[in-house]
């Protein structure tokens, strides 16, 4: 089945311990995104990247960090340099410009 | 800067209770606007794209439209497995996204 795939579904981490988010993807979409939800707020874009080996700082890039060493995975990695990184992490692709997203199913991550 | 206002936050309806959610946006240039429907601890689903005002997009129950400064999506007769969040949003360039709050739906029998 085609479709994105970001693992694991829940993540839990003690404050000042970096954790990557893992998306992969088999749709053959060029483009990959990084959102991040937090109740009341919509989603805000963390990171993007619209060709292997070159992303963009999305709205709040601060704090995190991603590569895109292959077409088909976006990891993004939430450093302790962020100061509120509990929230719902969406992982995108898309296919062209002015084109809806497809998104994952998320993963949950909790810092104590 | 673009803007996305969805009302209202939350809404609940008996089964068969029709209505509508509201979603406003403030863009420079509109290149499209998407709804989607959120399940809880899921991603959000693609729904619809509207490109221009007057435009209609129906599935099931649900009927989007879209005029110059708003869209609207339609319930008739809900039922209890309609119940999610529906969010809006709209592209800003680079397939950027600015997302509404979303419009959480509760259905009941």
């Known amino acids: 089945d085609g479709g994105i795939t970001q693992s694991p579904k829940y993540l839990f981490r003690k404050e000042g311990q970096n954790v990557t988010l893992s998306c992969e993807q088999n749709?053959?979409?060029?483009?990959m995104y990084w959102y991040r939800q937090d109740p009341g707020q919509g989603l805000r874009l963390i990171y993007y990247s619209q060709i292997v080996n070159d992303f963009q700082k999305g709205d709040i890039a601060e704090g995190y960090s991603v590569s895109r060493e292959k077409k088909e995975s976006f990891p993004l990695t939430v450093t302790s340099a962020q100061k509120n990184p509990t929230a719902f992490y969406l992982c995108?692709?898309?296919?062209?410009?002015?084109?809806?997203?497809?998104f994952g199913n998320g993963t949950r991550l909790t810092v104590t | 800067e673009d803007q996305v206002t969805q009302s209202p936050e939350a809404l609940r309806l008996q089964e068969g209770e029709s209505s509508s959610l509201n979603c406003s946006y403030t863009v420079s240039g509109l290149r499209g606007l998407f709804w989607y429907r959120q399940d809880p601890g899921k991603g959000p689903e693609f729904l619809f794209t509207l490109y221009s005002a007057g435009e209609e997009k129906e599935k099931e129950r649900l009927k989007a439209t879209l005029t110059k400064k708003e869209s609207f999506l339609h319930i008739t007769a809900p039922k209890p497995e309609d119940s999610a969040t529906y969010l809006c949003?709209?592209?800003?360039?680079?397939?950027?996204?600015?997302f509404g709050t979303g419009t959480q739906l509760k259905v009941e029998l």
């Open positions: 949003a709209v592209p800003r360039g680079g397939n950027k996204l600015t």
């Open positions: 749709l053959n979409h060029d483009a």
């Open positions: 995108a692709t898309g296919v062209k410009d002015n084109s809806p997203l497809h």
